[in-house]
């Protein structure tokens, strides 16, 4: 394994892009660390179980994929990473997005723009990325256990979220103040229609509203109040895109 992870890291060293994936790594390599300008890091399709704490030290690191691993957290320290605009944790067994009780504000990730946790085991909503200063582009969190989209979404700077097949039964009114939201996916989920904040219709600035196999009938969803002024946002987002 060293013989195959050695050449890679002297090319890593070089082009600040290191691909270590599908090894059947149980630990990221030890000599990840001394790659300080490493910008690039890809573990995908490995059998890591832990990051560790030291991975702080890679301070100009903009891409983290560790898809198809498994994980169960993040590591604390994942907030040192200031540089940081995209996570990729696809396809793990989170449980949490950081280690459970840790002290952590991730107000730092300023530049965190894309965020992908989907296929894994989350219960909550990851309220740790619901801060005004990271603005977010778009969260997946598609094929988890979440049942509820809390109050704190409402500082949330997503553009997009996908909720699609979870267990969402219950949504926070507080969504409809999300000043970046455009995009809310949550087809395949348990809401039934008197769950559905209405001001996500008439006070938002979501344009597109995806809930296709809900615990409700679509006809009576189109009848909602506030529908209608929905769908002249839809109908100027469709016209904007063309």
Known sequence: MGNTIAPRIE????TGV??????KLKKVPEQVKHLRNLRSLDLSNNKIENIDPW??????????NVENNKLKCFPAELYLLTKLESINGNSNFLMNFITPGAIVNLNELSCLRTVNLSNNYLTEFPVELCLKAIPINMIDLSNNQISIIPNAIASLQAIEINLNSNKISIISN???QCERLKVLRLENNCLRL???????LTNSQVSLIC????SFNMKDFYNLPGYSKYM???TAMKKKAA
Do not use: C, T, W, Y
């Not at 090319?11 to 070089?14: G, I, M, S, T, V």
């Not at 290191?18 to 090894?23: E, F, P």
């Open 18 to 23: 290191l691909q270590v994936s599908s090894l």
């Open 194 to 200: 008197e769950n559905f904040p209405i001001e996500l």
């Open 55 to 64: 991975i702080s030290v890679l301070k100009n690191l903009k891409v983290l």
């Open 11 to 14: 090319n890593a060293e070089k």
């Open 174 to 176: 507080s969504i409809a």
């Open 232 to 234: 002249e946002r839809f």
């Open 211 to 214: 809930v296709d196999g809900n």
